[in-house]
T-cell receptor, first 114, second 112 residues
Framework: EAGVVQSPRYKIIEKKQPVAFWCNPI?????LYWYRQNLGQGPELLIR????????DSQLPKDRFSAERLKGVDSTLKIQPAELGDSAVYLC????????????FGSGTRLTVV | QKEVEQDPGPLSVPEGAIVSLNCTYS??????FMWYRQYSRKGPELLMY????GNKEDGRFTAQVDKSSKYISLFIRDSQPSDSATYLC????????????FGKGTLLTVNP
């Protein structure tokens, strides 16, 4: 099993530019999460999907961040325009209702905004 | 006050030592507790999870939960250089398909 796959692994952009991250969850996992991890901190939830529905986006800065999960599988997180403070690692995770043992993270996308 | 507090360390121990990592929390709704290991430039990897107070053992790792004190611990016996990583505690109130609230992580180095 491939695990949670994210791309790209690294991205460097200038401020005010747009950027997008892609995530492919574990097959059969209906719940998908985007977390942001700042340097020296634990991950913090941005958005949670149940299938294609965003059920918790209270922490997503909606003025510049957007996300979608078409067909309830892959997901894309977008930032437009990026700010210096958006530099962080963006982690995707997925889980199923079968238990906490399957709550799996991808390797993340490390974003640097210059 | 953050919902989950974790001493960021760093913690440096010799190979073979017993390591104790701890978190405290303030939200009584947390019912499920997890420990993740994160190597540099990698995503968090689930080590252990537990639903209840008490101890859970898996090889060299033991997770301990004391809900009355809102305190959780991870013990690593016979620590190895390969255990060098950041250890993150995480917890949730909503079961397997809910958001996790993490501590800051503790950076552990095991010296050969």
């Amino acid at each position: 099993e491939a695990g949670v796959v994210q791309s790209p692994r690294y991205k460097i952009i200038e401020k005010k530019q747009p950027v997008a991250f892609w995530c492919n969850p574990i097959s059969g996992h209906n719940t998908l999460y985007w977390y942001r991890q700042n340097l020296g901190q634990g991950p913090e939830l941005l958005i949670r999907y149940e299938n294609e529905e965003a059920v918790d986006d209270s922490q997503l800065p909606k003025d510049r961040f957007s996300a979608e999960r078409l067909k309830g599988v892959d997901s894309t997180l977008k930032i437009q325009p990026a700010e210096l403070g958006d530099s962080a690692v963006y982690l995707c995770a997925s889980s199923s209702s079968s238990g906490l043992g399957g709550y799996t993270f991808g390797s993340g996308t490390r974003l640097t905004v210059v | 006050q953050k919902e989950v507090e974790q001493d960021p360390g760093p913690l440096s121990v010799p190979e073979g030592a017993i390591v104790s990592l701890n978190c405290t929390y303030s939200n009584s709704a947390f019912q499920y507790f997890m420990w993740y290991r994160q190597y540099s430039r990698k995503g968090p990897e689930l080590l252990m999870y537990t639903y209840s107070s008490g101890n859970k053992e898996d090889g060299r790792f033991t997770a301990q939960v004391d809900k009355s004190s809102k305190y959780i611990s991870l013990f690593i016996r016979d620590s190895q250089p390969s255990d060098s990583a950041t250890y993150l505690c995480a917890m949730t109130s909503g079961g397997s398909n809910y958001k996790l609230t993490f501590g800051k992580g503790t950076l552990l180095t095991v010296n050969p």
